[in-house]
């Protein structure tokens, strides 16, 4: 690393101003204080300085996430396998899940990473690290089957329009990559739901061979239940792709179909973990998104007029995007709520949307997307009464 440090002291003075390649200060800076801590403080007054700058708290997120998407991978080759009939073991069924994944991160970085380049070179200012964790949420919740051009284009319009247009990292109303998962169900709604899309049958890499089978369906469990409900159907039971009941154990586990990295409770709950211990994300946030969440649920499985209603508050927990939502997402500390009360009342709003979206609009069963992107856009007025409600607390005391 120190032969490395010398390197970069070494050519630093070119992206300097005045040097020949001063037009590319910004990107030089980026990587420097991606791969080393700044060393710069403050001229006068008093300060903390801390190691631990934004870059190492998103690192820190994208560590967390790794449990998740690791998993992710290998149940994408484990559908696979499943679907056409063969059993190639863990490492080929990890391996092309790797294959699969891959490219979608890679399109993500390149394309989010090339425009925050770009406009930091426009703007002559420093690069912003919030895509960091951006790209590679964004594969993560995305179908296996989505075509690497849809992710590039969704990706491309939510950094720009609903990042950059607001002033970059730090500015967003909206999380960039729940947007990004929007611009693709509202835009290609074909290519986000369906059976089709959450399990590749396809041998596109040649690794393990067999063939497909005709009689499977790829549908998510909160897919199938959401054709019951539409169908009126009285009891239901969810079943995996070749037809064999599922129960809240498999939810927990994680082995279904799903968006890549949001089937596995316990992969989600690792990096939960990660997160709190490290004080990265909110526990308030977190823990009242999933009480918000089982206190909507019991209340319909009170009512139990469809199939969605009659689902445990613990399985609703488990189905969908809503552990990675609650862990990942709702805890965003630019688009969610930023005092101490207002913590509790987002993520209870949060969970508790996420049920009612999923209980009363059988045509959209995941519910999770569209419940933090709608409390992101309260979470200031959720704050400002909070703060209103203090000062006029203090009022009343002061006057006493």
């Given at each position: 690393m120190k032969a490395l440090r010398n390197y970069l002291d070494k050519i630093k003075p070119n992206f300097e101003k005045g040097g020949k390649l001063a037009m590319f200060r910004s990107v030089f800076d980026g990587f420097e204080t991606f791969l080393f801590t700044p060393n710069t403080t403050s001229k006068s007054g008093v300060h903390i300085h801390d190691s631990v700058d934004s870059k190492r708290t998103m690192i820190v997120v994208v560590v967390a996430l790794l449990p998740a998407l690791l998993f992710g991978m290998y149940n994408t080759g484990y559908q696979h396998y499943l679907a056409i009939g063969t059993d190639p073991g863990f490492w080929m069924t990890f391996i092309y899940g790797l294959l699969a994944v891959l490219p979608k991160i890679i399109v993500s970085y390149l394309v989010g990473l090339g425009i925050e380049f770009t406009v930091a070179q426009w703007k002559n200012e420093e690069i912003q690290e919030g895509f960091l964790v951006s790209g590679i949420l964004i594969p993560m919740i995305v179908p296996v089957d989505t075509p690497l051009w849809m992710i590039a284009v969704a990706t491309a319009f939510a950094v720009i329009f609903a990042?950059?247009?607001?002033?970059?990292?730090?500015?967003?109303?909206?999380?960039?990559?729940?947007?990004?998962?929007?611009?693709?169900?509202?835009?290609?709604?074909?290519?986000?739901?369906?059976?089709?899309?959450?399990?590749?049958?396809?041998?596109?890499?040649?690794?393990?061979?067999?063939?497909?089978?005709?009689?499977?369906?790829?549908?998510?469990?909160?897919?199938?239940?959401?054709?019951?409900?539409?169908?009126?159907?009285?009891?239901?039971?969810?079943?995996?792709?070749?037809?064999?009941?599922?129960?809240?154990?498999?939810?927990?586990?994680?082995?279904?179909?799903?968006?890549?990295?949001?089937?596995?409770?316990?992969?989600?709950?690792?990096?939960?973990?990660?997160?709190?211990?490290?004080?990265?994300?909110?526990?308030?946030?977190?823990?009242?998104?999933?009480?918000?969440?089982?206190?909507?649920?019991?209340i319909f499985n009170a009512i139990g007029a469809t199939v969605v209603m009659t689902v445990s508050p613990i399985d609703h927990l488990f189905l969908g995007g809503f552990a990675f939502g609650a862990v990942f997402m709702a805890t965003d500390p630019v688009t969610s709520a930023r005092t101490e009360t207002g913590k509790y009342i987002y993520g209870f709003l949060v969970g508790a949307m996420a049920i009612i979206i999923r209980a009363l609009n059988p045509g959209y069963p995941e519910g999770m997307m569209l419940a933090i992107l709608l409390m992101n856009t309260f979470a200031p007025l959720i704050d400002y009464y909070v703060v209103d409600a203090n000062i006029n607390r203090r009022l009343k005391r002061a006057v006493k």
């Open positions: 990042k950059e247009v607001f002033g970059g990292t730090g500015y967003n109303i909206f999380n960039v990559a729940l947007v990004t998962r929007a611009f693709l169900f509202f835009a290609y709604p074909a290519a986000m739901s369906g059976d089709s899309i959450w399990v590749r049958t396809a041998d596109t890499f040649g690794i393990g061979g067999g063939q497909v089978v005709d009689a499977y369906s790829g549908a998510t469990p909160l897919g199938q239940i959401g054709i019951a409900a539409k169908e009126a159907i009285g009891s239901f039971q969810t079943v995996d792709i070749l037809g064999n009941p599922l129960t809240t154990w498999d939810y927990f586990v994680g082995l279904i179909p799903g968006s890549i990295g949001e089937t596995s409770v316990i992969a989600i709950l690792i990096g939960a973990l990660i997160l709190l211990c490290t004080g990265v994300a909110s526990r308030k946030t977190m823990l009242s998104v999933f009480i918000g969440g089982a206190a909507m649920a019991a």
